[in-house]
Structures are given as structure tokens and as C-alpha cells.
């Protein structure tokens, strides 16, 4: 056993692939040298685990959930979307560091069908920092009620969907019936026949509108053929009947199937700040006396809003060729059922 005065003149020194051990002078020498290897172990050894950014994002993530749970009381909350981006900053003034964020679609379930979703995304606006939350809301009876009228979106996300929050306790979810795809297609060509052509007559009087250096008024035709572009998307591709106008929450709700859209708006800061002309011009065209839109703003969201539709049509058209596929593969397998059941019978007979 070592002595007192043995550990004192005794020196350990640790690096990632050697362990020496020296004693005296020399020991002395060699803490000089291998001083900033030393003390980088020791902290290693004395600091507690940092976590991840991810795990520190989940924390927070957790954090929002029960404090949204604890203001809204909602029966359950469901997650149908997530979307992570992990990217690496270094530079010559600043340290590597790693940055996480993460986007979700919430669906909150509620007691009564007093709508709150509106309230319960201000509260997300405000409070949660670290990416961007939708929330929708409906109430347990409209959600069960469009199950039993086999809703692709309901059914989806009941089947699907992660459950984060339930108010009884109970992480297990309620059996729900499998979606029916037969006229899934069909339902979604009448609302893609519906909403273009009122797409495309807004941007039509958008046009009018430039030519006539009616700006503001302009981008608020814009905003609605943009609005009207989001719901066609929306329900041919999640067959969800969106009740809101605001376009930032409308171009995330998109993000449950597709990030284009939001890609085309707001990549860049000069595509944000036109956007949120558009956006405000809502209510800024026809409630605001100070509100203006200049003329190449006007015609930098023209050409955006017609690339918009454009993209809409085609990713409109590719997801009702998918549907009329899975609703036909669906039919065969069940006429094949048919089939092999009545040739068992007629076999038995």
C-alpha cells in the first residue's frame, strides 16, 4: 500500500491511448508538458454527462406538452408530424457548435366542441422556441363521428400518430376501423376540381389588379389564391378540411406531407419578408389606411404565387394517381378474396 508521502511525489497522467505513471522532478517536467491534456481529463472526469442536443431538445419538447396540457385540459394529444434538422455552424469568430430543431403537427382532442385551437397555437407561438408547432384541435365527438365516416385523415392519425398526452392516463389508444380507400381518389379529385379554378380565378384578378397598380389590393388576391391552393393540398393529400385562413399556419400544416410549399415561401429572409406582406394583407388591404405594397414586391409575389400553383397542380395530380391505385389494388384484393372463398365453398360442396 502507498504511503502518504508515496502519493504525494506520485503522478498519473491519462491521454485517450497511454496511461504514465513517474514520481520526483521528472514528474514535474511532465506535468508541465502534458498540463493542458491533464486538466482537460480531470474536467472530464468531475463534469456531469451533458446530454445531446437532441435529448435537450426532447426535454423541452416534454416541458411544452404538459404545460399545454395543463392550460387546455385536453382529453389527448397526438403527434402526426415531425420534422428534425441537425446542422454544424463553425467559423473563425465563433465556436463549433451544433444546432437542433425540430417542427411539429399536434392534433388536440378535446372534451367539448368549443373550438380552442386558436388559442392553443398563440400559446405555441409564444412559448416554444425551439422550431415550430400547429396545433389543430376538434373535439372527441367530431373525431369520432368522422372515423365512422371513414376519414383518411382521422383514421391516420389515430392509427399512426404518436400519442403524447392523454388526461386519464392511459398511453393506450382506443381501437379505431381501418381506413376504406375505395373512394378516396374520387373525394379527392372533387376538391381538387373545387379549389384550383378558385386559385386560379384569384390570381386572375391579381393580374388585373398590377395592371392597374392596385397593389395592395394585389397581394391580397394573392393571399387568397394562395389560401385556396393550401386547402387543395391539404385535402387531397390528408383529406383534412381546414378551417383557418392564416398562411403560415396553413404552409406548416403542409409540411405533414410535403416541405415544397414552405420551401417556395420562406427559404430565404427575402422570401419571408415578402410573405409576410402577403399574410398581412388580409386584413391590412381592407382594414389598414397605412398599409402599401410597392410594385415589384406586387410582382415578386405574382411569379411566386403562380409557381405556388403550378407546383400544387402537379403534386395534386400525383397524389390522386396514388390514391386511384390503392384504392384499385384494394378492390382486387378483396374481389381475389371473394374469389378464393366462393372456389373453398363450391370445393366443400
Known amino acids: 500500500?502507498?504511503?502518504?508521502?508515496?502519493?504525494?511525489?506520485?503522478?498519473?497522467?491519462?491521454?485517450?491511448?497511454?496511461?504514465?505513471?513517474?514520481?520526483?522532478?521528472?514528474a514535474l517536467f511532465c506535468a508541465v508538458h502534458f498540463q493542458d491534456s491533464f486538466e482537460?481529463?480531470?474536467?472530464?472526469?468531475?463534469?456531469?454527462p451533458k446530454l445531446s442536443t437532441e435529448a435537450e431538445h426532447a426535454g423541452h419538447f416534454r416541458a411544452f406538452i404538459y404545460r399545454l396540457a395543463q392550460k387546455f385540459d385536453p382529453l389527448q394529444i397526438f403527434s402526426f408530424s415531425q420534422n428534425s434538422y441537425n446542422y454544424h455552424s463553425q467559423g473563425c469568430f465563433n465556436d463549433n457548435q451544433n444546432h437542433f430543431k425540430c417542427d411539429y403537427c399536434l392534433l388536440a382532442i378535446t372534451e367539448t366542441a368549443t373550438r380552442i385551437d386558436y388559442e392553443m397555437q398563440d400559446f405555441a407561438n409564444a412559448f416554444y422556441q425551439y422550431g415550430?408547432?400547429?396545433?389543430?384541435?376538434?373535439?372527441r365527438q367530431s373525431v369520432m363521428e368522422a372515423v365512422q365516416q371513414n376519414s383518411r385523415f382521422f383514421i391516420s392519425v389515430l392509427h399512426y400518430g404518436k400519442l403524447l398526452y392523454s388526461k386519464d392516463g392511459l398511453l393506450n389508444k382506443d381501437p379505431v376501423p381501418p381506413f376504406i380507400p375505395i373512394k378516396g381518389a374520387i373525394k379527392a379529385l372533387k376538391h381538387y376540381e373545387h379549389r384550383i379554378p378558385l386559385a386560379d380565378g384569384f390570381q386572375m384578378c391579381a393580374s388585373e389588379?398590377?395592371?392597374?397598380?392596385?397593389?395592395?389590393?394585389?397581394?391580397?388576391?394573392?393571399?387568397?389564391?394562395?389560401?385556396?391552393?393550401?386547402?387543395?393540398?391539404?385535402?387531397?393529400?390528408?383529406?383534412?378540411r381546414s378551417e383557418f385562413?392564416?398562411?403560415?399556419?396553413?404552409?406548416?400544416?403542409?409540411?405533414?406531407?410535403s416541405?415544397?410549399?414552405?420551401?417556395?415561401?420562406?427559404?430565404?429572409?427575402?422570401?419571408?419578408?415578402?410573405?409576410?406582406?402577403?399574410?398581412?394583407?388580409?386584413?391590412?388591404?381592407?382594414?389598414?389606411?397605412?398599409?402599401?405594397?410597392?410594385?415589384?414586391?406586387?410582382?415578386?409575389?405574382?411569379?411566386?404565387?403562380a409557381s405556388f400553383i403550378l407546383l400544387a397542380n402537379t403534386m395534386c395530380e400525383e397524389k390522386i394517381d396514388l390514391l386511384a391505385k390503392s384504392a384499385s389494388d384494394d378492390a382486387a384484393l378483396k374481389n381475389t378474396d371473394h374469389v378464393q372463398i366462393e372456389k373453398i365453398l363450391q370445393t366443400n360442396n
Open 259 to 305: 416541405e415544397k410549399p414552405l420551401q417556395l415561401f420562406l427559404s430565404t429572409p427575402g422570401d419571408e419578408r415578402l410573405f409576410d406582406i402577403m399574410a398581412k394583407s388580409y386584413s391590412g388591404s381592407r382594414y389598414k389606411d397605412d398599409f402599401t405594397v410597392s410594385r415589384q414586391d406586387a410582382e415578386s409575389l405574382y411569379q411566386r404565387v
Open 209 to 240: 389588379c398590377l395592371e392597374k397598380d392596385q397593389f395592395g389590393i394585389c397581394a391580397f388576391m394573392l393571399h387568397q389564391a394562395v389560401e385556396q391552393t393550401c386547402i387543395c393540398l391539404l385535402r387531397v393529400h390528408i383529406a383534412y
Open 1 to 26: 500500500m502507498l504511503t502518504s508521502q508515496a502519493w504525494a511525489c506520485l503522478f498519473v497522467f491519462r491521454s485517450p491511448t497511454t496511461s504514465v505513471t513517474v514520481s520526483g522532478f521528472h
Open 132 to 139: 415550430t408547432i400547429t396545433v389543430i384541435g376538434h373535439s
Open 245 to 257: 385562413h392564416n398562411l403560415y399556419r396553413l404552409l406548416r400544416l403542409c409540411t405533414c406531407f
Open 40 to 48: 482537460r481529463n480531470l474536467n472530464e472526469i468531475n463534469m456531469e
